[in-house]
Nanobody, 123 residues
Framework: QVQLVESGGGLVQAGGSLRLSCAAS????????VGWFRQGPGKEREFVGN????????NVGDSVKGRFTISRDNAKNMVYLQMNSLKPEDTAVYYC????????????????WGPGTQVTVSS
């Protein structure tokens, strides 16, 4: 079993950058694919990106392509979401989630979730 906790959220101006961190507990974390999702006010949960267990395969959603990237450090049990050129529409609660299955863009395929961290982008 894995426990996940996000950090690094906050208030930033449009055009700025933030790096979110996802800290995992559990010795088997390196076996997990990790996804990032977000949910803005009044919106459904949206796929942001994912990374496979080794970090060799990374996918990002169309709405963040070219601006966001994901990395991981299995030695530290950490996954990162680097967000650049932030826009007001990126305002949301951001979640990291873990899965032992193949990479997926569907939130239902992820078994373990962090509590989320708020990102607010002002115009």
């Amino acid at each position: 079993q894995v426990q996940l906790v996000e950090s690094g959220g906050g208030l930033v101006q449009a055009g700025g950058s933030l790096r979110l961190s996802c800290a995992a507990s559990g010795r088997t974390f390196r076996n997990y694919a990790v996804g990032w999702f977000r949910q803005g006010p009044g919106k459904e949960r949206e796929f942001v990106g994912n990374i496979n267990w080794s970090g060799a395969v990374i996918n990002v959603g169309d709405s963040v392509k070219g601006r966001f990237t994901i990395s991981r450090d299995n030695a530290k049990n950490m996954v990162y979401l680097q967000m650049n050129s932030l826009k007001p529409e990126d305002t949301a609660v951001y979640y990291c989630a873990g899965s032992l299955g193949p990479l997926s863009t569907t939130s239902d395929d992820y078994d373990y979730w962090g509590p989320g961290t708020q990102v607010t982008v002002s115009s």
